[in-house]
């Protein structure tokens, strides 16, 4: 690209930031006394089938990988409605693959200069490997990758788009496959000033709600039956339990494990609204979709006190790194 192009390039760039922003579409926020554009929540992501299936293709259980996935704004009545049209793999570069992901190379770049001049939104993703073959060590690992870490966190704000005018910030997802266990497929989608920058919170909320919902169903539907079949479905339980725990002890405890940790194991497959991230099953969807509500002060303030421990610790990291060194 010669000089010329490239200036042209910055003027069309500049030009379609400007009218997303007259259009609602970009609003502008300061954080940390950066001044940075940002989508205008409320939105839904859409993920049709044929995206999922490339997320699912080349997901890789040993080791993280990532890119980007290219959304197109749809147009709808009321809030932005955005739909994932293509994903970009990008290969991970990093000295240790299997707990990181390369960001901010020249081909992400390339990617998302490229996916703006097309006025398509380039938003990164990574996945994390989910291969554990003791299936009572499952839970906690899920526990642990379905949830952002301190580098997710932190990448998360360190690589915005900068044109001659804008800081251009968009939310970054993440994608798990838990293949052996539950063939769930999970997308959660963070920061961005418009998401959380960690999922522990609003998954607790989430999946509590989801479990006494399915208390209060069952107690409804039991409350219509007769006392035998009360009694019925009592002993049932018990016996299913005990079963369980002769036949197959091991899974029967990771079933506990999971209700006692909230494990969202009802959810899967579950169109009633994901927020900020969801679980379906990969055997079963079609169009998937996740909605990020407007943005509220709490959410602000939870982000603000959460990234302050991260840095503080990659302070200490990177103090005990140059001492040594």
Known sequence: MNSTDKLNNDDILESWFQQLEQDCILTKSIRNEKQYYHLNSPIKFVYPQKQIDSLLSKYCPKREEGGYILFQQELSDSNLVLKAVDVKWIDNTSANPENSYTVNTPEHRKIE????????????????????????????????????????????????????????????????????????????????????????????????????????????????????????????????????????????????????????????????????????????FSDFAITIPRVTQALIDDNEQEIIPVMERERERLRLTNSTS
């Open 113 to 284: 200069r490229e996916a703006y001049l097309n006025k398509l939104f380039p938003i990164r993703f990574h996945t994390h490997p989910m291969d554990v073959d003791d299936i009572t060590k499952q839970s906690d690992r899920r526990l642990e990758i379905i949830d952002t870490s301190d580098a997710d966190k932190r990448i998360s704000f360190d690589f915005p788009f900068n044109t001659k005018s804008r800081t251009v910030i968009l939310p970054d997802i993440l994608v798990v496959w838990d293949v052996k266990y539950l063939n769930s497929f999970f997308i959660g989608i963070y920061n961005g000033l418009i998401a959380p920058i960690g999922f522990i919170k609003h998954r607790l909320q989430l999946t509590e709600k989801y479990n006494k919902e399915m208390q209060e169903s069952i107690y409804e539907w039991a409350d219509e039956k007769s006392n035998f079949v009360k009694g019925a479905l009592v002993v049932g339980t018990i016996s299913a339990f005990f079963a369980g725990m002769f036949y197959a002890p091991n899974l029967t405890g990771q079933l506990i494990k999971d209700v006692k940790n909230h494990q969202p194991i009802f959810a899967i497959g579950s169109q009633r609204g994901n927020i900020y991230f969801g679980f379906t099953n990969s055997n079963f």
